[in-house]
Every structure is written in structure tokens, then in C-alpha cells.
């Protein structure tokens, strides 16, 4: 696998909310960082950490390369998508460092977008052994 192929079935992954697929693409050990400072290891915990997606509806992601290399590359990576959960908003303003929008009950829940930069590393059997993302979330206008 490439870094392309390996973004675009990411896309895929992502906006289908298909563990299984997004399990597929790492070795059985690979590592997917979600933030510099936590690391899903093995499919298992891959496939745990992906069922916030579940949480998310209407997805829609984007990205450009930025490099190719003969293991791996770089990409620019940008989501959206609709909170669809109480609990996937609480995880967002968490997970931001942010407090929660000031929201009345009953307020919809907001539409979010993420803008990340992904670098991928594969192993000579052409499976993912280290993903490592950097991103920011906000209100999408």
C-alpha cells in the first residue's frame, strides 16, 4: 500500500464508521496516534477507539498529499460531520481543552470539522505500523 491508497480507504473507513476496514489497514501491531500523546495499539484497541465514529452522522472527509516516500508519506486531512450524541459532544469539548458551547436543552447539536495533518508509516508488508495525527477541531460555519 501507499500513502494514497492508504488515505483514501481512510476516508472510506471514516465515513462509513467501519472498524473492520480501518483495522485492515495496520499491521497487527500498528500503532494509530490520535493525538501526539495517545496511542491505540493493535487492532483491537483501533477498532475500540473507532467506535466514536458511530457517534458522528453526514461525514465527509477530505485530503491532499503533501509527500510520498517508499514507506510511507504525509497527508493534509480535513473532516466533517454531524454530532449526533450527547456523549460525542461531551468527547469533542474534552478532547479540545475547550469548555462545552454554551447551549441550552434542546439546542441542536453543532456541526463540527476537523483540519489534521496525518503521517504514515508502512512495513515491508505494506500495512500501516505507525499513523501519527495532528488536528483541530472547531464549530463548522
Known amino acids: 500500500m501507499d500513502i494514497d491508497g492508504f488515505m483514501e480507504r481512510y476516508k472510506r473507513a471514516w465515513e462509513t464508521s467501519d472498524e473492520d476496514l480501518l483495522a485492515s489497514l495496520f499491521a497487527t501491531d500498528g500503532s494509530y496516534r490520535n493525538t501526539p500523546f495517545a496511542v491505540q495499539q493493535g487492532h483491537e484497541a483501533i477498532k475500540q477507539y473507532w467506535q466514536r465514529t458511530k457517534l458522528q452522522s453526514d461525514i465527509r472527509l477530505s485530503y491532499e498529499i503533501l509527500e510520498r516516500h517508499a514507506n510511507g508519506g504525509t497527508a493534509h486531512w480535513r473532516t466533517h460531520y454531524q454530532v449526533s450524541s450527547e456523549d ?3 468527547m469533542w469539548a474534552a478532547s ?3 469548555n462545552m458551547l454554551a447551549r441550552k436543552e434542546g ?5 463540527l470539522v476537523l483540519d489534521g495533518i496525518a503521517v504514515v508509516e508502512f512495513d515491508t508488508a505494506g500495512l500501516c505500523r505507525e499513523l501519527r495525527l495532528w488536528w483541530h477541531s472547531k464549530v463548522d460555519d
Not at 439546542?107 to 456541526?111: A, G, K, M
Open 88 to 90: 460525542m459532544f461531551k
Open 96 to 98: 479540545t481543552g475547550t
Open 107 to 111: 439546542d441542536p447539536l453543532p456541526r
